[in-house]
């Protein structure tokens, strides 16, 4: 079978990978030996300390830094790695940002901001980063959606609509590569526990928790698990699926 490399021949992108969801993603492949890539926007101290961790599991590591709002950040980012001989087997595409507040208050720079780092970021990357993984007839790209791109949710129409674009994108994209041996699938979480969630207060995530059937938010690691089973090489027949870790919340 074309590209069934080991683990610890392949390379990682995650976006984002600083704090949070992809903070965990990229430790749990850096546990499994993979060259990882931690790609982040603000805190170079944040990228470090993720980066440090995943080099004391034995990986090789790089960070790199790109506001995915630019065209020009990313392909300066996908030749900094080229440079370095980071060429991902495996795309992570985790940086999004997320919007709350009525439709009617929503501006246009709202929106565009939010439709170009979640959908267009993902667009971006994934554009860039597939030519390789074509070529070597094998990748693995796995967008970070979310709960409410499949059903929706009040006062966040914007950020739904951009993650029901990623997974339109997504199931898209999986037809289109499926002959190359790339896979193309979405992991779309309800709620979990990062900065993402900082602007509800206790009373309001107890709330929320209390909704969920399992009675909590997700752990970051408990979303890497999933983004890690959807990259092994032996999980080649799964392509344009959007699967939701959500506690239950969503059937
Ligand atoms: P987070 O806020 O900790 O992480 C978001 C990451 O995106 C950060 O590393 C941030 O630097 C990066 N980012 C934001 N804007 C960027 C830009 N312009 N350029 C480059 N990077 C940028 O939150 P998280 O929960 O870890 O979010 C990760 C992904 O999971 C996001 O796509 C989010 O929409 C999705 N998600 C989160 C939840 C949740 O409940 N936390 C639920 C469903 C989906």
Redesign the pocket.
Known sequence: MTGLRPFTEQTVLV????????AAVAERFAKLGMNVVI????SHEAANEVARRCMNHGAKVMTVC????SKEQIVAMRDKLEQRGFIPDVLVN?????HYGLLSDVTEEEWDRVMD??LK?TFLCSQLFMDRMISRKYGRIIN????WGISGASCEVIYSTA?GGINAFTKALAKELAPSGVTVNAV?????D????SGFDPAEKEAIASEIPAGR?AA?DEIASLVYFLALPESGYITGQIISPNGGWLT
């Not at 790109?66 to 709002?69: K, M």
């Not at 990062?194 to 969630?197: F, R």
């Open positions: 976006t984002g990978g600083s704090r949070g969801i992809g790609h982040y926007l603000q790109a506001d995915l709002n985790n940086a999004g940002i997320s780092i979640n970021g970070v959606s979310s709960i993650k779309a979480p309800g709620a979990v990062t900065d993402m969630m938010f970051p």
